[in-house]
């Protein structure tokens, strides 16, 4: 008995670490961190559960909001641009309505030196379907999002 009781608590612990927030909300992408990978997912989920929820508290637990930025490919009259957006500005616009039905998934985490991640993330925001690359750095012990590129497709239904 006290063999299947370890082998539970084993198997809910592992659970757990998969885990980023008690909605259970990202889940895969077995990462290159070690021990870093939790305190990675937690604040990529804190950042999707933010915008999910036009929760501003969230997102800026998730975020260095005084550095952060990001980044995507804007169509142009002439050719293509890279349109810049402050961390600041994004939380404005991503707190403005909750979303009405989303889904996420973390694709891959890569640390260096246990200061810097890379985390590829495939986050479904209503119709849209994103396609992120996070730069996250610790600081002050605190893993924080510090940078963001993108692609969006509309959702194929």
């Known amino acids: 008995m006290k063999c299947k009781s370890t082998v539970l608590f084993l198997a809910v612990a592992a659970a757990a670490l998969v885990s980023v927030s008690s909605r259970d909300t990202v889940q895969g992408g077995e990462g290159k961190g070690g021990g870093d990978d939790a305190a990675i997912r937690k604040a990529v989920g804190l950042y999707y559960q933010g915008v999910v929820d036009a929760d501003r ?14 980044k995507h490919v804007r169509p142009g009259n002439k050719a293509d641009v890279v349109a810049v957006t402050q961390i600041s500005t994004a939380v404005d616009w991503w707190t403005r309505v909750k979303a009405k039905q989303s889904s996420s998934e973390v694709l891959s985490i890569d640390v260096v030196d246990g200061k810097m991640a890379s985390v590829k993330f495939n ?7 994103y396609t992120e690359f996070l730069t996250l750095f610790k600081l002050s012990g605190q893993w924080k999002i510090v ?3 993108y692609v969006q497709k509309i959702v194929e239904k």
């Open 57 to 70: 508290k969230s997102i800026e637990r998730a975020w260095d909001v005084t550095s952060g930025h990001m």
């Open 123 to 129: 986050f479904v925001y209503d119709k849209w379907d």
């Open 147 to 149: 940078n963001k590129t």
